[in-house]
Every structure is written in structure tokens, then in C-alpha cells.
């Protein structure tokens, strides 16, 4: 278990706290994509996959969220644009699969 970052006392330790949260945001962002896999499955047409209004809503959570924690709001925003272009698309591919398997 690597420390936490007040508790860091070398560069190894932050290192190792770093490594291990990266880890931890992989299987976080698995578990998001697993999400944008079921709205693909869901959604009833290729047309529903891109809503405007809720890839604002969720930056804007992001950012009030960093805002709240004094993280970089700019920095934030932009991470999480690219993440919710990122999963748009994977959902786009996704929603194309899903309807190309059953054709089959």
C-alpha cells in the first residue's frame, strides 16, 4: 500500500503513490467505458450517442469538483473534454458493433 501524499518522505515514495493511482485510474476508466458499452446498447439510434447537453453537464461537474478539491479548473476541463470525446467515439464504434453483430 504506497502512502499517502502527506506521508511522502522520498521520491520513491511519491513514485510509488503515483504509479499505484494511475493503476487504480485505469480500472476506473475500465469501468467507464463498460458504461459507455451498455448506453450503446441502450441507445435506440447512432443519432442519441452525441448529447451536447450532458457532455457539458459532466465537464461542468468535473470542474466544480477540481474547484471544490483547489485543483486546476483549466486543466481539468480540458482532461475531461478529451475524455468525454474519447468515449463518445467509443461508444459511436461500439453501437456501430453491436448492430453489426445482430445483423449477422
Request: aromatic share 4%; net charge negative; with cysteine.
Amino acid at each position: 500500500m504506497p502512502k499517502l501524499p502527506d506521508d511522502c518522505m522520498t521520491m520513491v515514495d511519491v513514485r510509488e503513490g503515483v504509479d499505484a493511482t494511475d493503476r487504480e485510474l485505469i480500472e476506473l476508466l475500465a469501468r467507464r467505458f463498460g458504461y459507455m458499452r451498455a448506453a450503446a446498447r441502450i441507445k435506440p439510434n447512432r443519432d442519441a450517442v452525441r448529447d451536447e447537453a450532458r457532455k457539458k453537464a459532466v465537464i461542468d461537474a468535473a470542474c466544480a469538483g477540481a474547484a471544490e478539491r483547489a485543483l486546476p479548473v483549466h486543466g481539468i476541463a480540458e482532461i475531461w473534454e478529451m475524455l468525454v470525446e474519447c468515449s463518445i467515439a467509443y461508444e459511436m464504434v461500439e453501437w456501430d458493433r453491436l448492430r453489426e453483430d445482430a445483423a449477422c
